[in-house]
């Protein structure tokens, strides 16, 4: 979590020496970031990690031994051993598979970010600055890839939410938890209960975990956000 009169600290991980060196001069113009280790592969990571005990990985998803899906692996070990730890991960492709094997465990503390927007400081910081918080960033493009197949063409799986839900599930979206919504809506917390399970029951999310509702709910708005945008 961010303490704000400490700088939030990352760790960088590609195989790429321009790419790594790239992301650190972006994050080196940020007074509240420092980079305190750069890492070429899975194994070089998770030495840093243990050694440096960052606020926040920036990881690609693909780096040595195997070139698979180590960000992923990292992320996930990481959720396990230090849940604090918030994890940004990069990608050169959407491919939703990896979307959802780095959200399946819960939104909280990651972001999957394309490689195309590091140029864009705005918003690659946003989302260190986001899992930091213990929130959580989508790229809208791997969003859409994701749920694409499970809605029909000029559908929108939000028609059927009332005005109200509809505004409560972009608070869902922002990482906020029930007791917040509701401060900030001036609800009750049953009510705002009560309207998050009439959502997830119109968009058909009524027989999971709550976690995994909360982000496929999440995966729904954006996407949607996305295609208006």
């Given amino acids: 979590m961010i303490t704000r009169d400490l700088p939030i600290r990352v760790v960088l991980a590609d195989d790429s020496f321009l790419v790594r060196e790239a992301v650190a001069r972006i994050l080196e113009h940020e007074a509240h970031l420092e980079v305190v280790a750069r890492c070429h592969d899975r194994a070089s990571l998770l030495a840093a990690v243990e050694r440096e005990r960052p606020t926040v990985v920036v990881t690609d998803i693909r780096m040595p031994p ?17 849940p604090e730890i918030g994890v940004v991960v990069l990608s050169q492709y959407a491919e ?3 979307g959802l094997a780095l959200l ?3 939104s ?13 400081r705005g918003q690659l910081v946003g989302a260190i600055d986001a899992v930091a918080r213990g929130g959580a960033f989508v790229d809208a493009k791997i969003v859409e890839s994701m749920i694409a197949r499970h809605t029909a063409p000029g559908d929108s799986p939000l028609a059927e939410l009332s005005p109200r839900e509809l505004e409560i599930l ?3 979206a922002q990482g906020k938890s029930n007791p917040r919504i509701a401060r900030e809506l001036v609800l009750t917390k049953r009510a705002v209960e009560k309207h998050i399970n009439s959502i997830f029951l119109k968009l058909g999310l009524s ?18 956000a996305g295609r208006r945008d």
């Fill in 66 to 82: 195997d070139l698979e899906d180590e960000g992923i692996q990292v992320a996930n070990e990481l959720r396990e051993r230090y």
């Fill in 96 to 98: 939703p598979r990896f």
């Fill in 104 to 106: 399946e465990a819960g």
């Fill in 108 to 120: 909280d503390g990651r972001a999957y970010l394309l490689k195309e927007r590091v140029s864009d």
């Fill in 170 to 172: 972009g608070e869902i």
């Fill in 207 to 224: 027989y999971a975990e709550d976690v995994s509702r909360r982000v496929k709910a999440t995966l729904i708005y954006l996407a949607a």
